[in-house]
């Protein structure tokens, strides 16, 4: 009979020692009910209790490579607000494997920080550790921001094979598969979130889709030097932050970004010249940062060029095909604070093969809190083109879809700027 362990930190099931990982009363485990939850995971979820502190060391690197060697793909976990602490673990081990990054609590920096930057300085720290060429993604597991895109990759990479969740503790490894668990629809419980170093005691394995791969989750790796990780359970709990608000002496209106995107595919002549005057609108504006996309089947970010139409138009070339979802997922990686963003889509949206996954796209983007504009192409008479089809299943995704003159686009956006 295999062993029953708990589905919210992983440590097998008993009844013989209530001091020791995974006890629940004898007759609680006579039931033989498979959402049972030890002890030590029902008071944290219910009563905030911390009584019993992290595995330790010997157990959580045992867990730790029995993972990465069990597993297709490493996915390693790291705290934005605390990058230095999440590569203290020796990553040299990880060369050579299929290796992804997820950068957690994106959510936590400020609003104006310009993701393409942080993305730059993430890869050279993992060049410095010997990772190169490391694919690296931007979630929040506290809002579900990029956690579907990262699912959908994981996917891709492996099919019905196995990826090993590494990371320090207090990263968010537990709350992105709690995440995952409930936007699949899972009804059972899933792992067991804290904030308390250490909740995840033993190797925990998982398969969200009965058709998808097994991911295994792995005790949290205890960094060296973290002040969170010195402190009791309870007093770590308190200093581990939720929310990182920053307040200026001087009071500043409220800080949004604006990201128009168009489609320069062959047939948009007549919009582009619109939405460049458009951007150089919303350029001039206070207390908006301003993106300009063009994309085709590639991307040309010309947002130095926003504030200047002419500039714009010289720079563009109209041709190529209509690859949008890589231009959504571009534009997802400037997105700081979904409330505060606005993004602009004009196009056609004839996207032939990339329609449903353009909306999977557009749809997160929504329930992040980017409020989303899509805008139908317009011929030289100023009639709408476009496809019917994907700009009502675009309106369901939860995006604002209609042809707008420059004014009632204007009082549109003005109503979420005021």
């Excluded at 485990?29 to 029902?42: G, Y």
């Excluded at 409930?182 to 059972?188: D, F, H, M, P």
């Excluded at 500043?252 to 168009?262: D, Q």
């Excluded at 196009?347 to 980017?370: K, M, P, Q, T």
Aim: include cysteine.
């Amino acid at each position: 009979m295999p062993e029953r362990v708990c589905p919210g930190c992983g440590a097998p099931l008993q009844s013989e020692d209530p001091e020791a990982p995974g006890f629940v009363p004898a007759e609680v485990l006579e039931r033989d009910e498979p959402d049972t939850v030890c002890r030590r995971c029902f008071r944290l979820r219910h009563y905030g209790d911390v009584t019993h502190g992290p595995p330790a060391p010997a157990a959580v690197w045992a867990a730790v490579k029995q993972a990465a060697a069990a597993a297709d793909c490493v996915l390693l976990v790291a705290d934005a607000f605390d990058f230095e602490a999440s590569m203290s673990l020796p990553l040299r081990d990880l060369r050579g494997r299929r290796l992804l990054v997820a950068v957690n609590k994106i959510d936590l920096l400020p609003a104006r920080t310009p993701l393409p930057e942080v993305e730059r300085w993430v890869r050279g720290r993992l060049a410095d550790a010997g990772l190169l060429h490391t694919e690296v993604h931007f979630i929040s597991a506290r809002t579900g921001w990029g956690t579907r895109a990262l699912w959908e990759r994981l996917k891709e990479l492996v099919g019905r094979g196995t990826v090993a969740v590494l990371g320090v503790t207090n990263v968010g490894k537990s709350a992105l598969l709690a995440r995952w668990s409930r936007a699949l629809g899972n009804e059972g419980p899933a792992p067991t979130v804290s904030a308390v170093p250490g909740t995840t005691l033993a190797l925990l394995r998982l398969r969200l889709e009965p058709d998808g791969f097994a991911l295994l989750d792995t005790p949290g790796i205890p960094p060296e030097g973290r002040i969170s990780d010195r402190l009791c359970p309870d007093c770590a709990r308190r200093i581990v932050p939720e929310r990182i608000y920053f307040r200026h002496r001087q009071h500043e209106r409220a800080h949004w970004r604006i990201i128009v995107a168009v489609d320069q595919s062959g047939s948009m002549l007549d919009s582009l010249i619109h939405s460049a005057v458009m951007a150089a609108i919303f350029a001039g504006l206070p207390a908006v940062t301003t993106h300009l996309v063009l994309w085709d089947h590639r991307i040309f970010d010309v947002s130095p060029l926003a504030d200047d139409p002419l500039e714009v138009l010289m720079s563009c070339q109209l041709g190529g095909g209509t690859r949008m979802l890589q231009a959504l997922q571009y534009c997802a990686g400037l997105v700081t604070e979904p409330e505060r963003t606005i993004l602009v889509l004009l196009s056609d949206f004839h996207v032939w093969d990339e329609a449903n996954a353009c909306i999977e796209a557009a749809r997160e983007l929504a329930a992040a809190g980017v409020h989303g504009i899509g805008l139908p192409a317009l011929d030289e008479r100023g009639r709408a083109v476009y496809d019917e089809r994907f700009a009502r299943e675009l309106a369901d995704a939860g995006w604002s879809v209609g042809a707008m003159s420059p004014r009632r686009l204007a009082e549109h956006v003005a109503r979420w700027l005021a």
